[in-house]
């Protein structure tokens, strides 16, 4: 973050639409990952105690209220990055230790939730460019451990984590980008109320 | 150590020497002995984890037999003991025996010690030799054994958890159950898992969980089965390579621990695990394979041999193509492979019309055409095809893609025609609509009609969807003789006109011939005939609906000759319709009717009901009722049930099984209303039936009859009692009307016979006087002077007086009963106080009194009208004194000499005289003080008779008296 410098996010209509769309997408997402976990513990007869949170497998900075749009777009979309990732080592250990080829409700939906993440990083990369004018410094994948777990159960565990972390990160892409959109109707609706009244000196 | 001493003894020549022999075999077995139960040395252990077999070697020196003791070591608990017999490894020197742990190796450290025995006698036991296990102190963390292991299904497999020093054991779950478990050490916990099924794609976790529930370490085993194939076979399709399928048990081990085929030794590709059709491809024919399958819980192998030309497995053709014409077509395809053009082929060319299929097959080296024959113009039609090789025929090759084309137009088929004729020489001539004859779009039909003794010919054209044409034949033919009519059908399309169907038939026709039944079968009505040798023509069928009479809607087959049956059926049938079927033989003569049926496809019940009417015939009824129209009787009538219905349900009366009767007669019914029901019924039921109802009156002759024989038996009745009377009136006379004796009366009574009319002087009026001095409760006649009458009635004012007879003398009857006795009133209830003034004399009655004309004796006055109050002072003024008082002068009583209908009378009747009572102070109390008695009674003559008390209607009083009037003067002018 400190490599990078901040800079007044000007907010113009195109961008407003791609925020709308972004965050559709991240919902979609999120239902979508909600589905992909139940659909997993199921599979791998995961009870309650066996499921215990052991920290992040993603790497970003720690959220700040100094921060600015730009910021905070770029922390969101070096975790979906990262996520991205994750999700594809994940699919390729899963199908080369415990086997592929199978089409079934997991399967289905797994696939699903890979390619829903595409759509959602083109369109923060596209949010991205409309707030911050060029995707300048992508985030990348610098110390993220992509080799999983030997252990297969271990590596169950690991791929169960991943979709939570997707699933964590999409909840953070739909508060942040709602949070920004009420922040900049309210600028807009202040530098509508500046315009009128200058209008009005005039 | 045994000692081998030796000693000789030179004067003992045989037996020193045996000794000797004996002491050094003693001595040979002794050091022997020695040699062998040495402790053995050197015990090394060597592990195999996966296996969890343990190799425990030893050098033993020449002994065979060890005792072997392995313990866990923390908790030196002995998982083996025993004694094994382990021969000598020539090369190495040692002894060496494995040991198969239960347990993983792993779970915790083990001790071994071993010894030698010799029968009983064993060696010191080893040095103790240690196999360290993973829950030693210096390895701290939570681990889990076996890890990722591969078992095979119904195995029994033992997990054991090793718990982070400092954290305390939970639980130890398979899959999601919870499962028992063993401490093996302080650390080290064990579970076995028996009887293992098949686990799912992922397999079966094995999770341990601290006391906190909280997790502490997992695996994951694989319960699977060894490869298991079958159906090997190579085949080739471009008789160059080899393709080899063959199809597997799921082994439910899939990733990394799936199956890996080789084919003779090399790779094959499954890129579709869970498929169970497996195939590999050798670019070349080998002739010989060999495939073997393997995965972690074994492997199969299966062999196969063949030469490429007996297992030729075409491909499909491809690009298929048609050249169609009317009546055959011409379907050409081609091959993926070139080197198909010299290999001779069979092919099978599958031909799709309406659902219908044909197979074609044809032969031939490279071929890639066949020729369809025998197809129908404009039809469509749909073709694939599929090959095998002609030699060495393997099996078929796949179908090709379908292709569908239709074949080219022709003229139209000659119609299929047939005549009908109405019995007016109009008729019409039919024929079936063409559908695949048609060859094409027909245009119209042209229908010829003509005579050839007439040389008459009429000519007309109808439209395509007419299938038939109306005909007055009396326009065709002018005589009635017997001329031959003929009718020409063409049909037509654009490709032209069809061949001319014609028929030749005789206005004469007949059409009169014997009915006989058929019946529907399961395939329709089965008809036979008896052949005719001498006829060489075809026959037709024909059917209509029997109602139907003129131009009816005709359907017929043709039958060839020499057939004498046909299956009749019909889309058209419907239930409940009667059918004709009538078979024709048909020539170039014209047609002749040879036999008629008549069927149902399903009888019913008649759709409608009789018209039923009832009439009284005496005391019968007869029913009658007309017939059901035959197009309503839906079945073969059977005949009538007639059903008594006046009840709430139907009683059966009669069946009538002649379907001709009309009427029927109901017998021995009882007057009133009743109801009857006819019911027509077929094979499948009645109908709903017909209901008429009749009142059954009674029959007036007898009733006339039997009227006149009662007036005549009450006649004769009451002849008979008159003659009988009359006979014995002087029986009745004493019977019912004795002489009544003259009265014995004390003092100055008068003995003048006859009944008693008193009429005193009309100047004295006898009163009842209350003597007060003497006795209060009696009541005496007095005399009442006219004076005081007069001065009575002028006291009285306007009070009504009996004015019909003078002042005369009247008795009171005293009063000593309830039951009085009543004055009889000889004419009428308003006789003259005469007649009542008799009557109140105290009598002895011999006669008979009826109420009506009774006296009436008033008991209570006050029960009387208002205007004839009785003055009970009065009268109670004059009962004081007792005795007759003809002086007491008591106008009131005078003027109430008429009493009306008294009221307490009703509790007696006919009191004799032995009733008489004398004087009661007591009685004459309870009557209200009344005067119970005027001394001794007074007897009287008279010519009622007494009657009980009866009916009190005055009606019946009037007519009483006059009945016992008419008695009386019926006895009176009896009396001689």
């Not at chain 1, 993603?58 to 999700?87: E, M, Y």
Request: aromatic share 10%.
């Amino acid at each position: 973050m400190a490599h990078r410098r901040s800079r007044h996010i000007s907010v113009t209509e195109p961008s407003r639409t791609t925020m709308t769309r972004t965050t559709a997408i991240a919902e979609q997402l999120h239902y979508e990952c909600c589905v992909l976990l139940e659909l997993y513990k199921k599979k791998e007869s995961f009870t309650t105690d066996v499921l215990v949170a052991d920290g992040r497998l993603v790497t970003v900075p720690p959220p700040s209220s100094q921060l600015d749009t730009t910021d905070k777009l770029w922390r969101l979309h070096s975790a979906l990055l990262q996520c991205s990732s994750l999700l594809e080592i994940a699919i390729i250990k899963e199908e080369e230790e415990l086997g592929g080829g199978k089409t079934g409700d997991y399967e289905s939906q797994r696939k699903t939730v890979k390619e829903r993440l595409s759509f959602l990083l083109v369109s923060m990369g596209e949010l991205r460019k409309a707030v911050d004018g060029s995707v300048s410094l992508t985030p990348t994948l610098e110390g993220l451990k992509l080799d999983g777990p030997t252990a297969l159960f271990e590596l169950k565990l690991w791929i169960y984590r991943i979709f939570e972390e997707l699933d964590y990160w999409t909840k953070m892409v739909i508060s942040t980008l709602q949070g920004l959109s009420s922040v900049l109707a309210k600028e807009r609706a202040r530098t509508t109320r500046m315009r009128s009244t200058r209008n009005a000196r005039r | 150590m045994p000692h081998l001493s030796v000693s000789t003894n030179p004067q003992s020549k045989y037996c020193p020497v045996w000794l000797i022999c004996v002491i050094l075999s003693l001595s040979v077995v002794h050091t022997h002995a020695s040699d062998v139960l040495r402790v053995p040395q050197q015990v090394t252990l060597s592990t195999n984890f996966k296996e969890q077999q343990l190799s425990i070697s030893w050098l033993g020196g020449a002994a065979t037999t060890f005792d072997i003791i392995i313990l866990r070591t923390e908790l030196n608990i002995t998982v083996f003991y025993g004694t094994v017999s382990v021969p000598l490894d020539q090369v190495s020197g040692l002894q060496r025996w494995n040991w198969t742990s239960a347990e993983p190796l792993e779970c915790t450290s083990l001790s071994v010690k071993v010894r030698s025995r010799d029968g009983q006698e064993t060696s010191e036991w080893s040095n103790t030799q240690n196999l360290q296990g993973s829950d030693l102190p210096s390895n701290e963390q939570s681990q889990i054994y076996p890890m990722n292991r591969v078992v095979p299904v119904g195995a029994n497999t033992t997990f054991c958890c090793i718990v982070k020093e400092g954290q305390e054991f939970g639980y130890i779950k398979y899959g999601n159950a919870v499962v028992n478990t063993t401490r093996l050490s302080r650390r080290s916990y064990a579970t076995t898992v028996v009887n293992q099924g098949p686990s799912h794609q992922s397999g079966a976790n094995v999770v341990c969980f601290d006391s906190l529930t909280t997790l502490i370490v997992g695996a994951v085993v694989f319960v699977g089965y060894p490869p298991l194939l079958r159906d090997f076979v190579c085949e080739t399709h471009d008789l160059t390579s080899a393709v080899c399928r063959w199809n597997v048990r799921d082994p439910k081990l899939y990733g990394r621990r799936r199956t890996k085929y080789t084919l003779n030794m090399r790779n094959c590709l499954d890129e579709y695990e869970h498929v169970p059709q497996k195939k590999c491809i050798v670019q070349q024919w080998e002739g010989n394979w060999t495939l073997l399958a393997v995965n972690p819980l074994g492997q199969y192998r299966l062999t196969d041999s063949a030469e490429l030309s007996h297992r030729v497995y075409p491909v499909a053709p491809t690009k298929l193509r048609v050249d169609a014409h009317a009546w055959n077509a011409t379907v050409h395809w081609q091959w993926k492979y070139s080197s198909y053009f010299t290999l001779g082929l069979v092919c099978q060319v599958e031909l799709t019309c309406h659902g219908i299929i044909k197979n074609f097959t044809v032969s031939g080296v490279g071929l890639q055409s066949a020729l369809l024959s025998k197809l129908q113009p404009n039809e469509d039609y749909g073709v694939r095809v599929r090959c095998g090789a002609q030699q060495n025929f393997w099996k078929w090759g796949n179908w090709s893609q379908p292709l569908y084309f239709k074949t080219k137009t022709f003229v139209p088929d000659p119609p299929d025609l047939w005549m009908w004729i109405n019995e007016d020489n109009t008729g019409q001539v039919v024929w079936k609509p063409l559908n695949r004859q048609s060859h094409g779009q027909i245009i119209g039909y042209e229908v010829t009609v003509w005579s050839r003794e007439e040389n008459v010919q009429h000519t007309h054209t109808f439209p395509p969807d007419a299938a038939a044409a109306a005909i007055d034949f009396t326009q065709i033919v002018t005589s009635s003789n017997d001329t031959k009519v003929t009718a020409t059908v063409i049909a037509k399309n654009n490709e032209g006109s069809s061949q001319p169907a014609s028929m030749v038939f005789r206005l004469t026709e007949t059409h009169t011939v014997a009915v006989s039944r058929t019946v529907y079968e399961n395939s329709g009505f089965r008809l036979s005939w008896q052949s005719d040798a001498n006829t060489t023509s075809d026959y037709v069928v024909e059917w209509h609906d029997s109602a139907c009479s003129r131009n009816c809607p005709v359907e017929w087959i043709k039958v060839l000759t020499g057939i004498t049956n046909v299956t009749v059926d019909s889309p058209n049938f419907q239930p409940g319709v009667r059918y004709t079927f009538s078979l024709y033989s048909f020539s170039s003569e014209g047609r002749q009717l040879l036999q008629r049926w008549q069927g149902f496809v399903q009888e019913l019940v008649p759709s409608s009901s009789v018209l039923l009417s009832a009439s009284q015939q005496d005391t019968d009824v007869v029913l009658t009722w007309s017939s059901i129209p035959q197009v309503n009787h839906r079945g073969f009538l059977l005949g009538f049930n007639v059903y008594n219905s006046s009840g709430s349900e139907l009683k059966l009366i009669a069946n009538l099984t002649d379907k001709e009767i009309r009427s029927y007669t109901v017998k021995g019914l009882s007057e009133g209303t009743h109801k009857f029901t006819v019911k027509a019924y077929t094979s499948a039921g009645e109908d709903s039936g017909a209901t008429a109802s009749i009142t059954l009156e009674p029959y007036i002759d007898w009733l006339i009859f039997e009227l006149l024989t009662s007036l005549g038996v009450t006649a004769l009745f009451f002849i008979i009692v008159t003659f009988f009377c009359y006979k014995k009136r002087k029986w009745v006379k004493r019977a019912f009307y004795p002489d009544i004796p003259e009265p014995k009366l004390p003092g100055d009574w008068s003995r003048t016979q006859g009944p008693l009319d008193v009429k005193p002087s009309s100047h004295s009026i006898i009163q009842i006087v209350e003597k007060s001095d003497q006795d209060s409760s009696k009541e005496m006649l007095v005399v009442i002077p006219e004076e005081d009458e007069d001065e009575e009635e002028h006291g009285m004012g306007d009070e009504p007086v009996d004015t019909d007879e003078p002042a005369s003398l009247r008795y009171y009857n005293q009063v000593i009963d309830e039951r009085p006795i009543r004055p009889r009133y000889p004419d009428s209830s308003t006789s003259s106080a005469s007649s009542l003034d008799s009557g109140r004399t105290d009598v002895t009655y011999t006669g008979i009194q009826t109420s009506g004309s009774s006296l009436v004796f008033q008991l209570h006055p006050a029960g009387s009208s208002e205007d004839q109050q009785p003055p009970i002072d009065v009268i109670d003024s004059c009962s004081g004194g007792g005795g007759y008082r003809p002086q007491c002068n008591n106008a009131h009583v005078a003027s109430h000499e008429l009493f009306n209908e008294p009221q307490a009378y009703a509790s007696g009747g006919y009191k004799p005289q032995s009733s008489w009572h004398l004087d009661s102070p007591t009685e004459a109390g309870e009557v209200g003080g009344l005067a119970p008695s005027l001394g001794s009674p007074t007897s009287v003559a008279s010519t009622q008779f007494l009657l009980p008390d009866g009916e009190r209607h005055e009606e019946e009083k009037q007519a009483s008296s006059s009945a016992s009037t008419w008695f009386t003067n019926l006895l009176s002018s009896s009396k001689p």
